[in-house]
């Protein structure tokens, strides 16, 4: 997310230091998996519309940030198929479908979720796991974690007005005065928009005043990336919590564990072992590819678990951009473009729901 406000900070044209603790892009949006999920179509919200709305706007953005730098963001709108194992699910995925047919709709571009009685590619999945037939979502798609991520550093390295520091934590924010050490250097800022993932959280906390419960917390997830001769124009899988994700190159990605409690955030385990073999259960031209990285990372979950965005009441300087959790890579760039927005007091072409709200957030941690 931070990268991504940088990039309207460019665009902007607003004088922006664009610092990270580590290497730019090396926290939990350096993994593996970059599923692109949409909600489910019944029960239509604004939040459903808001995820609707970015994830089709992501392919124009990734197209022009491509085209600027070069470098693919390895981006495919692919699909997702969905086995269904009982009848009664494939009854209620034909009720989805009609409510597909009403909300995917935009600009007279129409996708859909078709119930299909077997899967369009033979073995992906394995007919055995949709007894009752599968759903096909023509929303869904992929995007390369690691090659997007190095396209906004492509763009941001040559920016005129944004300036990178690596390797230089935040300490000493004083929202109120508006300064901060940034890699021991003082820093005065007029806007401060936070996008350190987990660690926002206590540090939106420090400078809350009132009893709370905890702002958020990371969840650590587990994935693995295998290579195996495939297509990577082929569906995502999911099934039960498990993603199988093709990849250029004959790569597919394997996640993700979920996991609130963990002794060290960087390894891996025989969790991830249960997700590899249940992915070459269910797609069995997977069984004998090698496993050629394995990855696991904190993810920032707020206490709502939608993303968490906007200014803090109580600190105007002090804007927060954290919490994506699972939806990140696929409503980022419309969330940062926002928290942009408040920084530079400008209007917005959209507007985020109010479940995003840091205030809310704030209401919901203080009950």
């Known amino acids: 997310m931070g990268l991504w406000a940088a990039v309207h900070a460019e665009r902007f044209g607003m004088n922006t230091i664009l610092a990270d603790a580590g290497g730019l892009g090396s926290g939990a949006s350096g993994g593996l998996l970059g599923a692109l999920m949409p909600h489910m179509p019944d029960r239509w919200s604004e939040k459903k519309q808001f995820q609707f709305d970015a994830l089709v706007s992501l392919e124009t953005e990734i197209a022009a940030l491509e085209a600027e730098t070069g470098v693919s963001a390895g981006y495919n709108r692919s699909g997702r198929l969905i086995p269904l194992p009982k009848p009664h699910l494939n009854r209620i995925a034909r009720d989805h479908s009609e409510d597909a047919e009403r909300?995917?709709?935009t600009g007279g571009r129409s996708f859909h979720w078709h119930v299909i009685d077997r899967s369009p590619v033979d073995g992906w999945p394995d007919a055995s796991a949709g007894e009752s037939g599968f759903v096909h979502d023509t929303l869904a798609g992929r995007v390369a974690p690691r090659s997007l991520i190095s396209a906004i550093i492509a763009l941001l390295r040559r920016a005129r007005h944004v300036r990178i520091m690596e390797h230089a934590a935040a300490t000493a924010l004083d929202p109120d005065r508006g300064t901060a050490q940034i890699?021991?250097?003082p820093i005065v800022f007029g806007r401060c928009i936070l996008a350190a993932g987990h660690?926002?959280?206590?540090m939106l906390q420090a400078v809350t005043p009132g009893p709370m419960k905890p702002l958020g917390q990371p969840v650590k997830g587990q994935a693995a990336l295998v290579k195996a001769?495939?297509?990577p124009a082929l569906p995502t899988i999911f099934f039960?919590?498990?993603?199988v994700v093709a990849h250029e190159g004959g790569y597919a990605a394997i996640g993700s564990?979920?996991?609130?409690?963990?002794?060290?955030?960087g390894s891996t385990d025989a969790q991830l072992d249960t997700l590899i073999e249940a992915a070459r259960a269910i797609a069995p031209i997977l069984r004998d590819a090698p496993v050629v990285e394995r990855w696991a990372g904190l993810r920032p979950k707020a206490i709502d678990r939608d993303p968490m965005v906007g200014r803090h009441p109580d600190h105007p300087r002090l804007i927060a951009l954290t919490g994506g959790f699972k939806v990140s890579f696929g409503l980022a760039h419309r969330l940062a473009e926002a928290a942009m927005c408040i920084a530079g007091d400008a209007d917005c072409r959209f507007s985020l729901p109010d479940s995003f709200a840091f205030s809310s957030h704030i209401a919901v941690a203080s009950r």
Do not use: A, K, M, V
């Not at 660690?199 to 206590?202: E, K, V």
């Not at 039960?240 to 993603?243: A, I, N, P, T, V």
């Open 240 to 243: 039960d919590g498990l993603y």
């Open 183 to 185: 890699g021991g250097e």
């Open 229 to 231: 001769d495939i297509d």
């Open 103 to 105: 909300h995917w709709r």
């Open 257 to 265: 564990t979920s996991e609130n409690r963990f002794d060290d955030p």
């Open 199 to 202: 660690q926002s959280f206590p």
